[in-house]
């Protein structure tokens, strides 16, 4: 579903048709709407095919409008993942904001040669002739984003796609409502909201994108999603980039020196807490421990802990009740609980 990101007169009356049209030409759809996207995605391919976005100088404006976006916004940004995530302003700057502009400007200083064709190899057969590898635009491309990193997995695949010439629909996750708003008031304000749309909505929305032929489709999020977004992606021979959870263990040897074992358990905590309080493909979710060096490594963490975290607020909190319940039961298993040697409590009021 679609956001508007401006205000209008209640003593103002638009048909369905000029609604749509009005709001598809400033990059949004209203929610009464949002459920046909036939003719959302068909003017995309129109834009597409007509060449707007294929040179080089269209490609720069909008990584430019990206980079602008986020030096204006930047306090708008802190404030949406504050309210989504609990994120401090450092990790939102360093995870999100700071990672994603040096990404995009990366992109305008390499523009030019990625654009640039290639020689290729030809078989003697073949001569006198030569031969050129050109990259092409794919077209259509469809992003669905996720909710831990909500800014930065909408916007650097956002990124890419535009660098590479292609009309772009943006689904953020309907998870973290406040940032998919900012994306869906902004996203028209800094980039050409006739290639590049943002479209709102839960489950049902995403089910109704997939349903019509893209060129290529980019996911962020779990398998069981993944494999929906697939399937769906077969009807059309779509090819399709997945980015899923997994698990992610941190295997620890025994380490010669006690300089060592800090800078060890520094990296350990930051990779497991660090981003989005663990909510992240990329935290360890459990360890492998030579049993000798068990205690020392446990000893390390716990303090490291209260020297890294001295405050609630400088985690992010977890996302909704529901987690948090799913959490809160792994503590209260009997055997579970035995075992924790270090915090353990909850707070479900700090949601």
Not at 118 to 146: D, Q, R
Not at 208 to 223: A, I, N, P
Not at 225 to 248: D, F, Q
Request: with cysteine.
């Amino acid at each position: 579903m679609r956001r508007e990101g401006t205000q209008r007169s209640c003593h103002c009356q638009h048909s369905s048709s000029e609604r749509e049209r009005e709001l598809s030409a400033m990059g949004s759809v209203p929610e009464e709407v949002a459920l046909g996207f036939g003719g959302l995605v068909g003017d995309l391919r129109e834009v597409y095919e007509s060449g707007r976005t294929r040179g080089l100088e269209w490609r720069r404006s909008q990584l430019r409008g990206l980079v602008r976006l986020l030096e204006d916004k930047e306090e708008n940004i802190f404030d949406a993942l504050r309210e989504d995530l609990g994120k401090h302003r450092a990790e939102s700057f360093r995870d999100e904001v700071g990672v994603l502009k040096k990404s995009v400007v990366d992109k305008l200083r390499n523009l030019k040669n990625w654009a640039a064709p290639e020689k290729a190899h030809t078989p003697l057969v073949a001569f006198p002739a030569t031969a050129l590898l050109v990259p092409e635009p794919l077209g259509v491309v469809l992003i669905f984003s996720c909710w831990n990193l909500p800014i930065g997995l909408a916007l650097e695949p956002l990124s890419g796609a535009l660098a590479a010439g292609n009309a772009v629909v943006v689904k953020p996750s309907e998870l973290a409502p406040s940032t998919s708003a900012f994306l869906a008031a902004n996203i028209p304000r800094y980039l050409d909201a006739k290639a590049v749309k943002v479209v709102e909505g839960g489950p049902e929305v995403g089910e109704k994108l997939m349903e019509h032929r893209w060129d290529k489709v980019l996911f962020t999020g779990g398998s069981r999603v993944g494999r929906l977004i697939m399937t769906k992606a077969a009807k059309h021979l779509t090819p399709v980039a997945l980015e899923l959870g997994s698990k992610c263990p941190c295997i620890v040897d025994w380490l010669d020196s006690s300089r060592d074992s800090q800078v060890a358990v520094n990296r350990i905590i930051g990779a497991k807490w660090s981003t989005c309080s663990g909510q992240a493909c990329i935290a360890i979710d459990y360890m492998l421990v030579e049993e000798k060096f068990a205690p020392t490594l446990i000893e390390l963490l716990k303090s490291t802990l209260k020297r890294f975290f001295t405050k609630p607020e400088y985690m992010a909190r977890i996302l909704n009740e529901k987690h948090f319940n799913r959490l809160s039961n792994l503590l209260a298993d009997r055997r579970v609980a035995a075992s924790v040697v270090h915090g353990g409590h909850c707070n479900p009021k700090a949601l």
